[in-house]
């Protein structure tokens, strides 16, 4: 069941990204870097359609892989590539596009950034990638001492600063503004997808927690001894941990057992562990 989820919630990343290019960034010539970005400078210059350069341009990024990197590629981020690139290109037949949707620029910069930040973020969640300019990146990488970041972040402010020439000033300074929100963006969004809840439970009920806890929530906890120095008293400290929309079914049910419970409840961005996240 969670291999299916992980491929359904792929899916849905690609089907956002590919709506936020298609009907926001590339009518606007929005160019925040990437494929997305080169294919739709070069579609500005030549008669190829943003659709077909994004299709070209991927599939010789995918080679490129084949050839630098070998088997690291990877199936899901070829998967992905391809997929994304026709409908990019099936809606180019299906919905033509002759101007933007709106007079709003700014508006719809956020909307592309929001969707495809949020299709990018659930895509590398599923640890997978559009491909394009991340292998390029990778493979820079291989053969020479740049940092994978700093590589992606000098061939996306190249594209971006290519639409102030290709274009005009004002889509050159929303690419430009594109470029360095679509970082925070994507940044916040992995994080918010991985974030847990870390449990600290001070109780005289050791036993009945821990059970609610392992039989019914199938978490594993953390028990110590502990005392107050205010009371003296002898008491047991729980951790365990716990996906957000379990937290409160938790909390509720910490409190019903214990009703004087001491609950520290914290975020962490991820946790990696068995029932969690691979290493």
Same mark, same amino acid.
């Given at each position: 069941?969670?291999? *299916? ?11 956002? #990204? /590919? ?29 190829? *359609? ?16 084949? #050839?630098?990197?070998? =088997? ?12 994304? +690139? ?46 394009? *300019? ?10 020479? /001492? ?11 402010? #190249?594209?971006?600063? /290519? ?11 929303? +690419? ?15 994080? +918010? ?16 927690? *821990?059970?609610?806890?392992?039989? !019914?929530? !199938? ?19 729980? !951790?365990?941990?716990?996906? =957000?929309?379990?937290?409160?079914? #938790?909390? =509720? ?6 009703? !004087? ?6 975020? /962490? ?7 969690? =996240?691979?290493?």
């Amino acid at each position: 069941m969670k291999k *299916t989820q992980k491929i359904l919630m792929m899916h849905v990343g690609i089907i956002l #990204l /590919s709506l936020g290019v298609y009907f926001f960034k590339i009518p606007n010539g929005f160019s925040n870097g990437g494929v997305t970005g080169i294919g739709t400078i070069l579609a500005q210059i030549t008669p190829i *359609t943003p659709g077909a350069w994004i299709w070209i341009l991927n599939i010789a990024m995918l080679l490129l892989g084949f #050839l630098f990197l070998g =088997r690291k590629t990877g199936a899901k981020t070829i998967y992905c590539s391809m997929v994304y +690139s026709a409908i990019i290109y099936v809606l180019e037949i299906v919905c033509p596009l002759s101007k933007p949707l709106t007079n709003d620029a700014l508006l719809e910069l956020v909307y592309a950034m929001l969707l495809t930040g949020i299709g990018s973020a659930i895509i590398f969640d599923c640890e997978a990638s559009s491909g394009g *300019t991340d292998i390029a990146a990778l493979i820079l990488k291989k053969y020479t /001492s740049i940092n994978v970041g700093n590589a992606l972040l000098f061939t996306d402010f #190249l594209v971006a600063a /290519s639409s102030f020439v290709v274009f005009d000033i004002r889509t050159g300074l929303f +690419s430009m503004l594109g470029l360095f929100a679509k970082a925070y963006i994507v940044d916040g969004i992995i994080e +918010s997808l991985n974030s847990c809840k870390y449990f600290v439970v001070i109780t005289s009920k050791k036993e009945e927690v *821990t059970e609610y806890i392992i039989k !019914h929530m !199938h978490h594993g906890a953390t028990a110590c001894e502990a005392t107050g120095q205010y009371t003296g008293d002898g008491k047991a400290m729980i !951790h365990t941990v716990c996906r =957000r929309i379990e937290a409160i079914k #938790l909390r =509720r049910r910490i409190k019903e057992i214990d009703p !004087h419970a001491f609950i520290i409840i914290t975020t /962490s961005s991820e946790i990696i562990g068995r029932g969690f =996240r691979g290493v």
